[in-house]
């Protein structure tokens, strides 16, 4: 393992490395052996169908509780992602959209977004960002989601629509810049011209030196946000990988293919 | 009779006997004192057999030997100030102190005195409220605090006046295990209308047993606030008695941070037709704290609205009681009345206990209740830390979050600030500063 480590830092255009990761819920196996390489300015698309361990990927990256990891590793800029706690992988430029994101009462959302913004900074041994500046910074990144300034104001996600709160997410993303993001499942729920409106500021943030991972159950998305790879995930394991022609594949055959082996897959995992 | 309890000073009658010979005052308010200790002596200090003391437990309270306070000389430094121009009356260990006083020019038709010298002036003006508000009739400490204050504040507000400067009143005590009653009577006639900002404190050991009388004429308004911020060893144990007419509106908001134990039991009668009445009350208790609220809100007339807005925050191995009592007579058709109770719990042995009780003898109603009780949502936690706000702050900025939501309607903007920072750092919160 620690030759490994010395080997992937040699390899500076690796972003993000998963490597054989084992996750359980509740004692429940969710992740089966998952390899995965992102290098910066690269868009990675994980499709898969419900219950294939799309959203567990997703939060083991980002650290939340109750997620173990019973086998495997992810590293992130050549450092071991699974021994930092939530907060300090996001100050080390990882961010993730979340599925459903969380209605805070009583913190608004401009505090919050300030709070986030200097906890980051701290954590790079930078002052706290000067006032002008931020207010500059949310004004130009409001335009780019189309979000309406009252929504500065209000509390985090209270009483949002389905669609606000995926706005919210990607306006923050918008704001903080982290150099890697999962969006999970950022288009559930969303009508046409919000899902536009949030590819759009996603592919506003696009960059040879950030890395996406969109995680999505629909090839839709992926109509707007184009992946340079594609990946199918189910029980748990990446079984197909190909370039974004796959997911137009996805779109045509459905998940049926995988859901009726079932068996095979499981048994070549092993 | 109280022979059982001889430790409690105040609880005896030669102590009364000696007290009430000092005073100089009409007679009709002796015979007040005299029927209040008769009252009290029939009372008895609470015990938890009785059903409105069952969760309180006064045994730290009866094992004191309390005294009368000796006058003390305090800073002015060590009083709060309102941050904006105020009529401000101070008070130690119950009794005025002119020199730490501020009385502006006041409007016509206003008077913001010392209870115990408007007393002398004008007893015609006291008389007819003083104790003789409804509520409150089974609360020995009321007729305790009815048979021994010395002082408070007295504001009178005539027919149509409007104070708009805040009228705040301190009451600090020096401790030494002694016992003081403020008397604060509120009389706003017709069309009046005052913002009163009543904050208790002190330091060392001590009973603070207060009593509030307000009484609101016909589309009368009154802002009142409470702030209790008692030394750690103090004993609070305060009543409210409130009696608002037509029309006339009561916002009150009790804030109770201090005290080893706490309580505050408020009646209020809305016995005029569109009375409405808001009272937003917030605890923060950690360590061995007890704090505790009682609420009666009687609707006797139609048209009614009241809400009971009451949170607390609790840590360590803290206990908090919300009793809230919405009670409708037959004849208060209209009754709009709402009263929420959420508690807070940042440690697995604090307790809080809530207790709604409805008492509806109208049929064309609208009343409603919830309570909750709960610890931090892990979900908002991780929200937070997954944008990078380490865990401390993630849980200091929901805790605020919680609290502070009760302060949001207090209109004195530096009032409002002050209490923001003072929970802040009672709950030893590492907040930044926010927009």
């Known amino acids: ?270 | 009779m109280t022979a059982a309890a001889p430790v409690f000073q105040d609880s005896s009658r030669p102590a009364f006997i000696e007290f009430a010979a000092d005073r100089r005052e009409p007679d009709a308010i002796a015979r007040l004192r005299r029927a209040a200790f008769d009252r009290f002596e029939t009372l008895g200090l609470p015990t938890r057999q009785q059903e409105a003391w069952r969760l309180t437990d006064l045994s730290a309270l009866k094992a004191m030997t309390f005294q009368r306070p000796a006058d003390a000389l305090i800073d002015a430094g060590a009083l709060p100030t309102l941050g904006l121009p105020a009529h401000r009356l101070a008070f130690v260990n119950g009794r005025f102190a002119p020199g730490l006083s501020h009385l502006r020019e006041m409007p016509d038709r206003a008077l913001i005195a010392s209870l115990d010298q408007a007393l002398l002036a004008y007893p015609q003006w006291i008389e007819p409220y003083l104790d003789r508000l409804p509520g409150l009739a089974q609360h020995p400490f009321t007729a305790l605090n009815t048979a021994f204050w010395e002082d408070g504040a007295f504001v009178h507000l005539s027919r149509g006046t409007v104070v708009e400067t805040p009228i705040h009143l301190i009451f600090h005590a020096a401790g030494g295990d002694s016992t003081v009653y403020p008397r604060l009577l509120l009389v706003l006639d017709e069309g009046a209308q005052a913002t009163v900002v009543v904050e208790y404190q002190g330091t060392g050991r001590y009973l603070n047993a207060p009593v509030t009388e307000a009484r609101l004429g016909d589309g009368a308004a009154l802002h009142y606030h409470q702030i209790q911020q008692e030394s750690p060893q103090a004993f609070h144990l305060g009543g409210i008695r409130l009696q608002q007419g037509r029309n006339s509106e009561a916002n009150l908001h009790l804030l109770s941070v201090g005290g080893q134990l706490a309580r505050t039991d408020l009646e209020a009668l809305l016995d005029g037709e569109g009375a409405s009445c808001t009272l937003n009350g917030l605890t923060l208790a950690r360590d061995q704290q007890f704090s505790d609220v009682h609420v009666r809100v009687d609707h006797a007339q139609p048209h009614g609205s009241s809400q009971q807005r009451f949170k607390s925050v609790l840590d360590g191995k803290a206990r908090t009681v919300f009793d809230g009592m919405i009670h409708v007579r037959p004849h208060a058709q209209k009754t709009d009345a709402r009263q929420v109770s959420r508690n807070l719990l940042l440690s697995r042995q604090a307790q809080a206990h809530s207790n709604p009780r409805l008492e509806i003898l109208a049929d064309d109603v609208k009343c409603g209740h919830g309570s909750t009780t709960g610890f931090l949502d892990p979900d908002a936690e991780f929200y937070l830390r997954a944008r990078g706000i380490p865990a401390a702050q993630a849980r200091a900025i929901l805790v605020h979050a919680f609290a502070n939501d009760s302060l949001n309607s207090i209109r004195l903007t530096p009032l409002r600030e002050r209490l923001a920072r003072l929970l802040a750092a009672d709950l030893a919160l590492d907040i930044m500063e926010g927009e």
Request: hydrophobic share 40%; glycine share 8%.
């Open chain 1, 1 to 270: 393992m620690r030759a490994y480590i010395v080997e992937s830092r040699r390899e500076s255009s690796i972003m993000l490395e998963i490597r054989n990761l084992h996750a359980t819920v509740d004692g429940r196996e969710i992740l089966n052996g998952i390899d995965l390489i992102v290098r910066p300015g690269e868009v990675h698309a994980i499709m898969g169908p419900n219950g294939s361990g799309k959203s567990t990927l997703a939060n083991v990256i980002a650290g939340r509780e109750g997620y173990l990891v019973t086998e495997g590793a992810i590293h992130f800029d050549g450092k071991n992602l699974l021994d930092m706690a939530p907060e300090t992988r996001a100050c080390e430029g990882l961010f993730l959209a979340f599925q459903y994101p969380v209605e805070i009462p009583g913190v608004a959302n401009l505090y919050f977004l300030k709070a986030a913004v200097n906890a980051v900074r701290k954590y790079r041994g930078e002052p706290p960002v000067d006032a002008m500046d931020f207010w500059d910074l949310v004004h130009e990144r409001m335009e780019l989601v189309k979000m309406d300034e009252s929504m500065l104001k209000r509390s985090v996600n209270e009483g949002f629509s389905g669609g606000e709160k995926k706005r919210n997410e990607v306006f923050q993303m918008a704001v903080l810049q982290p150099r890697f993001a999962v969006l999970d499942e950022t288009d559930s729920g969303l009508d046409i011209d919000a899902l536009k409106v949030v590819a759009d500021g996603v592919n506003a943030l696009r960059s040879p030196e950030r890395g996406f991972l969109v995680i999505t159950h629909y090839q839709r998305l992926l109509d707007y946000i184009v992946p340079d790879h594609v990946h199918v995930l189910f029980n748990g394991r990446i079984v197909r990988s190909g370039g974004k022609e796959l997911a137009l594949e996805l779109e045509e055959q459905g998940y049926a293919l995988y859901n009726e082996e079932p068996g095979r897959a499981r048994r070549a995992a092993a």
